[in-house]
């Protein structure tokens, strides 16, 4: 296994034009958007793939558009403030990086990149058991990183995978549940994408018209690295990114059942995520198992789709699990997607594609942009809201969209810190 320094080193570097060029994004689409003119579709698909008709994709940013907010006024938000604990730890803001495979296929080095920007802002980042990086390099850049393992069915597999993770020093543990069975994306198909990559003519073609991808990701990777393998779906290094023949290795993994859970939380010794679910039983499950969180996920509609959108998911879950640390993903977009899922019971929130497509068209450059953009957006919404604090926010601030608020439902002002230093009830 490689576990070069250059890697390190690189995922630090940002030139002075590339930071430049990056202050021209002014929000997370714009990264998607830039992401679909310089990488090639084969692989830009992947990275936009959603299930079958797209259903739970649309449906995940149409429940932030059903929710308004109700600002209060002339609070004094001087000091707000987006820090949060997650799970006892601090962090600078309630989101992170959610687990994306083939980072390191959108830009170069993107695993460690990505690891890197997470860790000089203060946020979560979630390695993903579909990189192209091996985990202990990884491990090296960001010490706080989280580890995402997608379980193979075997029992002594899953161990194997457990002790690897577990003697490169990571903390917490992911294990995404939702990918028992892969999902039907056609779009991929359409697009020519195969994971492995199938050398084509048309791939070929792809990457012949994008050759600032081409030299700067794919063939400086050959050149400075070597073929990128899958290097952390199991104990072992797995298949190679690009191969005529060569088939992944899944493992039984639509054997997968509680009772793998409960095999796992026996022996992970560190802090344990469930992530990809929507059911509130299966939360309440997992919280009898010992996870320390969930993350409610339809995996940004890549899986089943017509399944629910996590936002409305949230309510029943933060219901049926008061004391659990709660995590959401799929169609946050913006700073007052986090603030409404915050309001209506998450803890934390983490965004896939748009980070994925920072790290391709900028590299560190590109990823610290999109943080600094979600940091002023969250940070300026909860001002415009109202608040100092996150730990404020309750469902209290919205109101479904298109609803008027009832007539007998005012409020008193909000306290403001003064208030609250003299131990005045608290808004809830
Ligand atoms: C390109 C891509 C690769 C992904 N790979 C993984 C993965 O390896 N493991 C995982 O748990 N989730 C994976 N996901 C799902 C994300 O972790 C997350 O649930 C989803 O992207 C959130 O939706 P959003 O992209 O709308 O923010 C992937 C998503 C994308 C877009």
Request: with cysteine.
């Amino acid at each position: 296994m490689s576990q070069l320094p250059a890697r390190i080193s690189t995922a630090d570097h940002r030139p002075a034009r590339a930071v430049r060029r990056m202050e021209r994004m002014l929000s997370l689409s714009d990264f998607e958007r830039a992401a679909a003119r310089h990488l090639p579709l084969a692989i830009y698909g992947y990275l936009a793939s959603v299930a079958e008709t797209g259903a739970s994709f649309d449906a995940n940013f149409n429940a932030y558009q059903s929710w308004h907010f109700v600002p209060r006024s002339l609070v004094g938000v001087r000091e707000r403030n987006i820090a949060t604990s997650i799970m006892g730890q601090q962090w600078k803001a309630p989101f992170g990086i959610a687990p994306m495979g083939l980072a390191a296929l959108m830009g170069y080095q993107g695993d460690a990149v990505l690891a890197a920007a997470a860790r000089d802002a203060g946020i979560p980042f979630v390695l993903s058991g579909s990189s192209l990086t091996p985990l202990e390099a990884i491990r090296e850049v960001n010490p706080d990183a989280w580890f995402q393992a997608y379980v193979p069915g075997e029992h002594e597999r899953i161990d194997a995978l457990l002790d690897r993770v577990a003697a490169a020093g990571f903390g917490t543990l992911v294990v995404t549940i939702d990918v028992v069975i892969a999902g039907n994306r056609e779009n991929n198909t359409r697009n020519g994408f195969t994971r492995p990559l199938r050398p084509t003519l048309r791939l070929l073609w792809q990457g012949m018209t994008h050759p600032r991808w081409s030299l700067g990701t794919f063939m400086r990777t050959l050149a400075q690295d070597g073929m990128p393998h899958f290097e952390n779906s199991m104990a072992t290094r797995g298949a190679p990114i690009l191969s005529r023949h060569a088939e992944r290795d899944f493992g039984k993994r639509d054997h997968l059942n509680w009772d793998h859970i409960r095999h796992i939380r026996d022996r992970w010794k560190g802090k344990l995520v469930i992530k990809g679910l929507l059911a509130p039983e299966d939360a309440v499950t997992a919280q009898e198992i010992g996870a320390e969180a969930i993350v409610v996920s339809n995996h940004g509609g890549r899986q089943l789709d017509g399944a629910l959108a996590p936002l409305h998911a949230l309510p029943a879950i933060r219901a049926a699990c008061p004391g659990l640390c709660i995590g959401i993903d799929g169609g946050v977009r913006r700073g007052s997607d986090v603030l409404k899922a915050l309001a209506l019971g998450a803890d934390f929130a983490l965004v896939g594609r748009p980070l994925l497509a920072a790290a391709a068209v900028g590299a560190r450059a590109g990823v610290d942009r999109a943080i600094a953009i979600l940091n002023d957006e969250t940070r300026r919404n909860l001002g415009l809201l109202g608040l100092n604090g996150i730990q404020e926010l309750s469902s209290r601030y919205l109101v479904p969209a298109g609803t008027p608020l009832p007539a007998a439902a005012a409020t008193p002002a909000p306290e403001t810190k003064a208030a609250r230093t003299t131990g005045a009830t608290r808004l809830q």
